[in-house]
């Protein structure tokens, strides 16, 4: 029998909660356990159930939310009981992928997207009029998605259980990862053409700093400098252009 | 009193960062902006909300990461720079800016070794939550798990507080200890000009930050293509 919607929606719910207790030893272990609590108290063999669903998971937050319906799933056909081993080497395996497909869909692409392209508007229409509107509508599109898939991964896993992976195989993500880079790309691509628009429109030697500050910052990118120095760095240098600018005629 | 109202504000961004929820109410381009508004220093709000939502584009709370406090860094620079009134032309001092830029990063910095001090509490913390739960006792497991969203929020408002604190000290020691009553004419004049450099700096770094997050082999035409239309628009349109 399928999850109901109000049973889902409830557990996606307590999945925001996921992240309490993350830990070095268990990661997200024990909010899983926190996720199904109201259900396991209820259960038999409780004591055995909470041990298997603290232990060791990491995952996205939000496609942790597959993992919880699996697991749900797994506990209600008795698999802790039956073999509480293969149950932990089971959660384990479940962190690569669902950390790996959230995070490239998530953090890596949605969440700067959305939050680049609120950037690009409000550097061209600075008000805080459009600020409220651009902070609305952030929250929003990053939000009703998420709430939504959260919803679905908890049904989906649950109708999935064990083969719980088999919905990261779904044509979507893969067309999803595509188009979140191109579109990723396109408003990194138009940001840069409006920073060097409005620091060109002001002054030679702001558009300079621009520049100074964009080739430091991306040396240290593509070469994993640590993001505080590289910061100092990349900030001091293209501070100190205008000086630069000034002695250079002098010398000649 | 503002300090305990921006440690409050800081104690919400740092649950929403990793602990809780993580709905991005957190992000520099919405808190920022708020607490600029709130505080009646709009542009200051929107600057670092916009430069410091580019700067820590890059950086996101994954797994067992070390990861920037950008967030509360932003923050903070935010208050810092609002407590200090405007420049005569109304609008704030490059080097009140600048100075809360700094302020920020280094904030950020701080921040990336509380959350790993939080997290291995957390570890000492967690079998407790678990073995109240194994014994069924419902009370003390709630107890316990909301406890834990206020050790979180309890970080997120000391590290707030302290930053807030140590940045407006770095601002009396460079400004002066009147500095909150208005700077003098004579100081804005000599450094406004050297530091508003600041501004197409952090763009070109957030810039730099951005393309290094999404261009990649596969995107790379895509990027040029919009950089030549965004420039193209725009040179007609400027």
């Known amino acids: 029998m399928p999850l109901s919607r109000d049973e889902a929606r409830h557990l996606a719910a307590r999945s925001l909660l996921l992240q309490v207790l993350l830990n070095y030893r268990t990661m997200q272990g024990s909010g899983y356990l926190f996720a ?9 063999s409780s004591s055995v159930r909470v041990k298997a669903c603290a232990d060791y998971l990491n995952a996205h937050p939000v496609f942790g939310a597959l993992a919880i319906g699996a697991m749900r799933r797994r506990i209600e056909e008795g698999d802790v ?4 081993t293969e149950f932990g080497k089971w959660q384990e395996s479940l962190c690569g992928p669902l950390g790996m497909v959230g995070d490239s869909l998530i953090w890596d692409r949605w969440k700067p997207l959305l939050f680049s392209l609120g950037v690009l508007l409000l550097l061209w229409f600075p008000a805080i009029e459009v600020w409220a509107g651009v902070a609305i509508g952030c929250l929003l599109l990053y939000n009703v998605p998420l709430v939504r898939l959260r919803v679905w991964a908890v049904s989906e896993g649950y109708r999935l259980g064990g083969n719980v992976l ?10 999803l990862r595509k188009g979140l880079s191109i579109a990723g790309a396109c408003v990194a691509g138009l940001l840069l053409a409006s920073g060097v628009l409005q620091s060109g429109s002001t002054a030679w030697s702001a558009a300079a700093q621009f520049a100074v500050a964009f080739a430091l910052m991306l040396l240290a990118v593509s070469r994993r ?19 630069i600018l000034l002695v ?3 010398q000649v | 009193m503002t300090v305990l109202w921006v440690a409050l504000t800081g104690a919400i961004v740092y649950l929403d960062t990793t602990a809780v929820a993580q709905i991005m109410i957190c992000q520099p ?17 929107l600057f670092f909300g916009v430069a410091f939502q580019l700067l820590w584009l890059g950086s996101f709370p ?24 405007a420049a005569e032309n109304g609008q704030p001092a490059w080097i009140v800016l600048t100075l809360a830029t700094v302020v920020g990063i280094l904030t950020a910095h701080l921040g990336s070794e509380v959350t790993p001090l939080v997290r291995k509490l957390m570890s000492r913390y967690s079998p407790q939550v678990v073995k109240a739960a194994q014994e069924g006792r419902r009370r003390r497991f709630a107890l316990l798990y909301f406890g834990a969203v206020g050790i979180h929020a309890g970080a997120g408002f000391l590290l707030t507080a302290l930053a807030f604190l140590v940045g407006k000290w770095i601002f009396a020691l460079y400004l002066g200890p009147f500095a909150a009553l208005g700077l003098s004419e004579a100081l804005v004049a000599q450094t406004d000009r050297m530091l508003s450099g600041i501004w197409p700096a952090l763009l070109g770094a957030g810039a730099a930050i951005v393309a290094g997050r999404f261009v990649q082999r596969v995107s790379a035409k895509w990027f ?6 965004g420039l193209g628009v725009g040179w007609l349109c400027l």
């Open chain 1, 36 to 44: 199904l609590w109201p259900w396991l108290r209820r259960s038999e």
């Open chain 1, 81 to 84: 009981e039956r073999d509480p």
């Open chain 1, 166 to 175: 088999e919905a990261l195989g779904h044509p979507l993500v893969g067309r």
């Open chain 1, 225 to 243: 400098w640590g993001i505080l120095w590289s910061l100092l760095l990349a900030l001091g240098a293209a501070l100190l252009v205008p000086a």
């Open chain 1, 248 to 250: 250079l005629p002098t």
């Open chain 2, 29 to 45: 381009l919405i808190v920022c902006p708020l607490w600029g508004l709130i505080v009646g220093r709009p542009e200051i709000g």
């Open chain 2, 62 to 85: 994954v797994g067992a990461a070390r990861f920037p406090e950008g967030n509360i860094g932003a923050l903070v620079a935010t208050a810092v720079a609002a407590g200090i009134p």
């Open chain 2, 224 to 229: 040029v293509l919009s950089l030549a239309a």
